[in-house]
């Protein structure tokens, strides 16, 4: 899948992964390939963005909106 995530200034991170773990607001989620659409707000915390090799991305946040596209397309915009 690819992960999009944008700051309001400019984009900071945009590769493919194998999954995406955050706090939204109800609770802690694990995105992986295939996803149905889904749309909400994040709460403050670190997402962790796992690559095929196993390598993982940390980005530590204060609040953003996470949006799911079909064909795996995932989308965090943070404030």
Do not use: C, W
Request: glycine content about 6%.
């Amino acid at each position: 899948m690819i992960v999009s995530v944008y700051t309001l200034k400019k984009p900071i991170f945009f590769r493919t992964a194998q999954s995406v773990n955050l706090k939204t607001a109800v609770g802690e989620i694990t995105i992986l390939k295939n996803h149905r659409p889904y749309i909400t707000f994040l709460r403050p915390g670190d997402i962790k963005i796992v690559d095929k090799t196993g390598k993982t991305d940390t980005i530590t946040i204060s609040r953003g909106l996470l949006e799911v596209l079909p064909g795996s397309r995932v989308n965090i915009f943070l404030r």
